[in-house]
């Protein structure tokens, strides 16, 4: 809270007291008094609201920025200047064993590959018009983006970093996910309403799944080795098996709306999803097939990522705030919230790092990657 100094008579009022009649001393300082704390209750009222964190009209962004970030455990270390326009990015996909990080630009479409170990941009892969979703399947040497703009998903050499394929994936593919044992690729198809399924050796189309509803994110679950995938306007999770290649469970997810972003912890088999028409966070329990909690997010919440080492779960938004949940047993419990960045809708971490990356599209007119590491913990 701002102070308020008390008030004190100034030289005129000391001079007007001292040459009035001692009769009337004692009613002209209280007169005094009174006017002088009356002038000052309009400034106190003032500087308190001036004060209060949810006054946006008295602060500059800056400001209101600096102070709702500092409620967040997380200290920036560094902000890398990326290729591209000051235009929306989206997905990523970090391969911690090899130190490569992947990241959809998708207003100038290309996918940037940066070096987490040297800290530095390796290079674009240019022509992915409107990329949304990026997937590395290092086991593959294979990179996967999906290309809204041209309804494809290209298959991306990891060491040349040359398109070798592409792929029809449906009416505005977006997420992308890898069934290791079927050794085939699921890719969202949002306004088809369906997942399409794509031959890992091929790189031909299998099939398309119905979804009933456009998809949202899709995931894999090492341990069931089945395939989530959030559903929206169904506002549930369906779960596909790669070997049968057809949605074996569909499961409501009751005060989630606009089901889209989804993680999933397959040690603990927990899956979390993003709602992003009422700003929530539903953790699904992938043991017994049902919803356990709800949490509320910032507004508009969309990509997650998951420390593994830390049991941290990072949920983006486009409003730029940025919520931390820690895994405590099987749920979870918020560490932190405050705004982070202007559209800070994407996250990614390193797992043996524990290095937090956020692509922001305008700092300063440029798009930059801002690298963080988490200040509660031991690195």
């Known amino acids: ?55 946006s009209e008295s602060r500059t962004d800056g400001d209101n920025a600096a102070a709702l970030a500092a409620t967040l455990p997380l200290r920036t270390l560094r902000d890398v200047p990326l290729s591209g326009g000051a235009t929306r990015l989206d997905y990523q996909s970090l391969d911690s064993d090899n130190g490569r990080l992947y990241l959809a630009h998708l207003g100038s479409d ?8 040297k800290q530095t941009v390796v290079g674009d892969v240019k022509d992915l018009k409107r990329v949304h979703g990026v997937l590395a399947v290092p086991e593959l040497h294979r990179v996967y983006a999906s290309a809204t703009g041209s309804n494809e998903l290209a298959v991306i050499d990891d060491s040349t970093l040359q398109v070798i394929a592409r792929a029809p994936a449906g009416d505005y593919p977006d997420g992308v996910a890898y069934a290791s044992k079927a050794n085939k690729i699921y890719v969202s198809d949002l306004h088809g309403k369906t997942d399409t399924v794509i031959d890992g050796k091929t790189n031909q189309v299998l099939k398309t799944i119905a979804l009933g509803g456009g998809a949202g994110n899709t995931q894999y679950d090492s341990v069931s080795e089945h395939i989530f995938v959030t559903v929206h306007g169904q ?73 593994r080492g830390f049991g941290r ?55 930059v990657l801002r690298i963080a590491v988490p200040t509660d913990k031991q690195l």
């Open 235 to 307: 506002n549930q999770l369906a779960e596909i098996d790669p070997n049968k290649d057809q949605v074996i469970g569909r499961y409501p997810l009751p005060g989630c709306n606009g089901s889209h972003g989804l993680n999933i912890d397959s040690e603990r088999h927990l899956a979390f999803v993003a709602c992003e028409e009422n700003a929530k966070l539903a953790v699904f329990d992938l043991d017994a097939k049902r919803m356990t909690a709800i949490h509320p997010v910032g507004a508009d919440p969309d990509v997650l990522a998951f420390d």
């Open 110 to 117: 290309l996918m940037t590959v940066f070096d987490v170990n």
């Open 1 to 55: 809270m701002n102070q308020v100094n008390q008030s004190v008579p100034d030289r005129k009022e000391e001079s007007f007291i001292s040459s009035s009649s001692g009769a009337f001393l004692p009613i002209i300082f209280a007169a005094l008094l009174v006017l002088a704390c009356s002038a000052q209750q309009g400034p106190r009222r003032s500087n308190a609201n001036s004060a209060s964190p949810s006054s």
């Open 313 to 367: 779960l990072y949920v983006s938004a486009e409003s730029g705030v940025i919520s931390i949940f820690d895994e405590r047993g099987r749920n979870l419990e918020k560490i932190g919230e405050g705004f982070f960045a202007a559209n800070a809708h994407t996250v990614a971490v390193d797992q043996r790092t524990h290095r937090v990356y956020f692509p922001l599209q305008n700092v300063g007119g440029k798009p």
